[in-house]
């Protein structure tokens, strides 16, 4: 099929590089023109792996335009992926949507039939008016032209999108029309029935099942995709809660994590205490649907509640810092780890990043290292003194403390010896609870976990 994405970031393009993998015949338009120079020489602008292996591969056959209307002349199915930042109030931001709708409308074709996806993360009721929207831009050309709409919310985890992309647990599709679920139903037959060969980086998970797909109205796809957010953002928060008790009465979070999590209705995937969730989605969704929920008069206590505990997080981080050096004025502050997650570059919310804001409030000085997000981090960070270190054992020489914030692969195997070694005062504070306890303290190391 012939397929044009509109928006080439991180959904867009895991999701146009896959599809063009299968054999669709894809074009993703973009403006940013630093982005479009590295996507023509198949160069990924983001860390996501796999992603550039898969940019390079002979059968990833996906192109690149900054030329909206030349793309979607002749598609079969439009995708409309591109961001939906945070109004002040809370609610996602739909201006780009729509300009991208307007742009579509501006290229179709007279007398031709499309398929209009929304993939982008948006407020209940965005498919009715981006058909509005649609609608409006055609009737002003005087061309007929027959749309089909539809919303396919995206369920990609950062750094594993590519796997998720290719190995669904799912694909929701919310359509009005037969013609549009039909549309999708091919776009997506080789995931659905699992035909293709995979790529040599990315195998097939062993024992992994075929996929469902939910069709539905788009109210209800829109809804789906923040309930589960919503969903998971409350797990977390609620093993954070229960591991501020578990600090209290003496209990190991980790344990009460394990054991709650063999209960098949609860399940052990989100309930890993720590610094809390960031991101983009979890923090701009759950923000978006208590939005929805002020707009119809409906409060929301436990979204609101996964919210209040996750801030909470940053803050116990200082407690435990606190309570270990006292005074944090003047103190060198090593942290580990910068992006919200581990596998990519991303620190948009990050906790780490909040932390570090919070001990420069403090008065500490930080000394930083993360694998590949500190160029992001540096922006981020603009104006605050931090060091940036290229090794995690220059991030740990001099310090009081040391902060573990994002659970990178390569600091579960450190050498705590070393790091204690290096430290002026050898605090580690594991904001991530990949260390035991027994191996930092035989390394030399005051640990303080999280509701350990």
């Not at 398929?115 to 061309?143: C, D, F, M, Y």
């Not at 054992?393 to 994002?406: H, V």
């Given at each position: 099929m012939k397929v044009a994405v509109i928006g080439c970031g991180y959904v867009g393009l895991t999701t146009g590089a896959a599809l063009a993998y299968l054999g669709h015949e894809v074009i993703g338009v973009d403006k940013d023109e630093s982005k479009l120079d590295l996507l023509m020489k198949r160069e990924s602008p983001i860390h996501e792996q796999g992603l550039g292996e898969l940019l390079k591969d002979d059968d990833c056959g996906i192109t690149f335009t900054a030329d909206t209307a030349g793309a979607v002349a002749d598609a079969e199915v439009i995708m409309i992926a591109v961001g939906t930042p945070q109004k002040?109030?809370?609610?996602?931001?739909?201006?780009?949507?729509e300009e991208a709708a307007r742009e579509v409308a501006a290229g179709l074709k007279d007398g031709r039939s499309y398929t209009l996806v929304i993939k982008s993360t948006v407020p209940i009721g965005t498919n009715r008016r981006v058909a509005h929207v649609v609608r409006r831009a055609l009737a002003e050309r005087g061309i007929e032209v027959w749309v089909n709409f539809a919303s396919n919310p995206e369920f990609l985890r950062e750094g594993m999108a590519l796997r998720d992309t290719f190995y669904p647990d799912r694909i929701v599709v919310g359509a009005e029309s037969p013609e549009a679920v039909e549309a999708l139903r091919r776009l997506y037959?080789?995931?659905?029935?699992?035909?293709?060969?995979?790529?040599?980086?990315?195998?097939?998970p062993e024992g992994y099942g075929l996929p469902p797909l939910i069709t539905t109205d788009p109210t209800s796809a829109?809804?789906?995709?923040?309930?589960?957010n919503a969903f998971l953002a409350v797990k977390i928060s609620f093993?954070?809660?229960?591991?501020?008790?578990?600090?209290?009465?003496?209990?190991?979070?980790?344990?009460?994590?394990?054991?709650?999590?063999?209960?098949?209705?609860?399940?052990?995937r989100f309930l890993g205490a720590g610094l809390g969730w960031g991101g983009s989605c979890f923090p701009k969704d759950t923000a978006a649907l208590l939005a929805v929920g002020t707009e119809y008069g409906y409060t929301m206590p436990i979204v609101q509640a996964a919210r209040d505990v996750n801030a909470r997080q940053r803050l116990l981080i200082?407690?435990?810092?606190?309570?270990?050096?006292?005074?944090?004025?003047?103190?060198?502050?090593?942290?580990?780890?910068?992006s919200f997650k581990p596998n990519t570059d991303d620190v948009r919310e990050s906790p780490a990043l909040d932390v570090i804001r919070l001990l420069?409030?403090?008065?500490?000085?930080?000394?930083?290292?993360?694998?590949?997000?500190?160029?992001?981090?540096?922006?981020?960070?603009?104006?605050?003194?931090v060091e940036f270190k290229e090794s995690p054992y220059e991030a740990a020489a001099g310090a009081d403390a040391l902060i573990l914030a994002t659970e990178w692969d390569e600091y579960r195997y450190l050498d705590l010896k070393e790091l204690a070694r290096r430290m002026r005062?050898?605090?580690?504070?594991?904001?991530?609870?990949?260390y035991r306890r027994e191996e930092a303290e035989d390394a030399g190391l005051t640990y303080m976990g999280v509701g350990r």
């Amino acid at each position: 099929m012939k397929v044009a994405v509109i928006g080439c970031g991180y959904v867009g393009l895991t999701t146009g590089a896959a599809l063009a993998y299968l054999g669709h015949e894809v074009i993703g338009v973009d403006k940013d023109e630093s982005k479009l120079d590295l996507l023509m020489k198949r160069e990924s602008p983001i860390h996501e792996q796999g992603l550039g292996e898969l940019l390079k591969d002979d059968d990833c056959g996906i192109t690149f335009t900054a030329d909206t209307a030349g793309a979607v002349a002749d598609a079969e199915v439009i995708m409309i992926a591109v961001g939906t930042p945070q109004k002040e109030n809370g609610e996602a931001n739909t201006y780009y949507v729509e300009e991208a709708a307007r742009e579509v409308a501006a290229g179709l074709k007279d007398g031709r039939s499309y398929t209009l996806v929304i993939k982008s993360t948006v407020p209940i009721g965005t498919n009715r008016r981006v058909a509005h929207v649609v609608r409006r831009a055609l009737a002003e050309r005087g061309i007929e032209v027959w749309v089909n709409f539809a919303s396919n919310p995206e369920f990609l985890r950062e750094g594993m999108a590519l796997r998720d992309t290719f190995y669904p647990d799912r694909i929701v599709v919310g359509a009005e029309s037969p013609e549009a679920v039909e549309a999708l139903r091919r776009l997506y037959r080789p995931f659905l029935e699992q035909t293709f060969e995979p790529p040599i980086f990315l195998p097939r998970p062993e024992g992994y099942g075929l996929p469902p797909l939910i069709t539905t109205d788009p109210t209800s796809a829109e809804m789906i995709k923040y309930a589960s957010n919503a969903f998971l953002a409350v797990k977390i928060s609620f093993i954070n809660e229960i591991a501020g008790l578990c600090d209290k009465v003496g209990a190991d979070v980790t344990e009460v994590a394990r054991g709650m999590g063999l209960d098949p209705r609860i399940g052990s995937r989100f309930l890993g205490a720590g610094l809390g969730w960031g991101g983009s989605c979890f923090p701009k969704d759950t923000a978006a649907l208590l939005a929805v929920g002020t707009e119809y008069g409906y409060t929301m206590p436990i979204v609101q509640a996964a919210r209040d505990v996750n801030a909470r997080q940053r803050l116990l981080i200082l407690e435990k810092l606190q309570a270990a050096l006292k005074v944090l004025r003047g103190r060198t502050i090593g942290v580990l780890g910068l992006s919200f997650k581990p596998n990519t570059d991303d620190v948009r919310e990050s906790p780490a990043l909040d932390v570090i804001r919070l001990l420069s409030e403090r008065g500490a000085h930080v000394q930083a290292h993360d694998p590949v997000a500190v160029p992001r981090a540096v922006e981020a960070l603009k104006g605050l003194e931090v060091e940036f270190k290229e090794s995690p054992y220059e991030a740990a020489a001099g310090a009081d403390a040391l902060i573990l914030a994002t659970e990178w692969d390569e600091y579960r195997y450190l050498d705590l010896k070393e790091l204690a070694r290096r430290m002026r005062n050898p605090v580690l504070v594991d904001g991530r609870n990949i260390y035991r306890r027994e191996e930092a303290e035989d390394a030399g190391l005051t640990y303080m976990g999280v509701g350990r």
